[in-house]
């Protein structure tokens, strides 16, 4: 039984800082690809990092070298730190979790990150 719930999300000022917390109940980090998507409002939900497996990451363009995505699988938790945030950041932060083993997917309900100017 997964479930998602996101945690961290709030107002920061431009430069700030960050970190999304996904506590990942009955999830086992190598038989899953683990993510944060986010979505600004009117826009496309776009991927933001991954964990593969607990050892691969990827990371959009807009957000390498300020985003790091971790994960504690005996917390069960996956973080995204956030720094150097911008404005452009803003929008709802979800967690993601997919399967390699059966194909299901999960997602949490989001938390809002906002970044003011």
């Known amino acids: 039984q997964v479930q998602l719930v996101e945690s961290g999300g709030g107002l920061v000022q431009a430069g700030g800082s960050l970190r999304l917390s996904c506590a990942a109940s009955?999830?086992?980090?190598?038989?899953?690809?683990m993510a944060w998507y986010r979505q600004a409002p009117g826009k496309q939900r776009e991927l933001v990092a991954s964990?593969?497996?607990?050892?691969?990451?990827n990371y959009a363009g807009s957000v390498k070298g300020r985003f790091t995505i971790s994960g504690d699988n005996s917390k069960n938790l996956v973080y995204l730190q956030m720094n150097t945030l911008k404005p452009e950041d803003t929008g709802v932060y979800y967690c993601?979790?997919?399967?390699?083993?059966?194909?299901?997917?999960?997602w949490g309900q989001g938390t809002q990150v906002t970044v003011s100017s």
């Open positions: 993601h979790v997919h399967s390699v083993v059966s194909g299901a997917d999960y």
């Open positions: 009955g999830v086992i980090f190598s038989n899953n690809v």
């Open positions: 964990l593969t497996r607990g050892v691969k990451t």
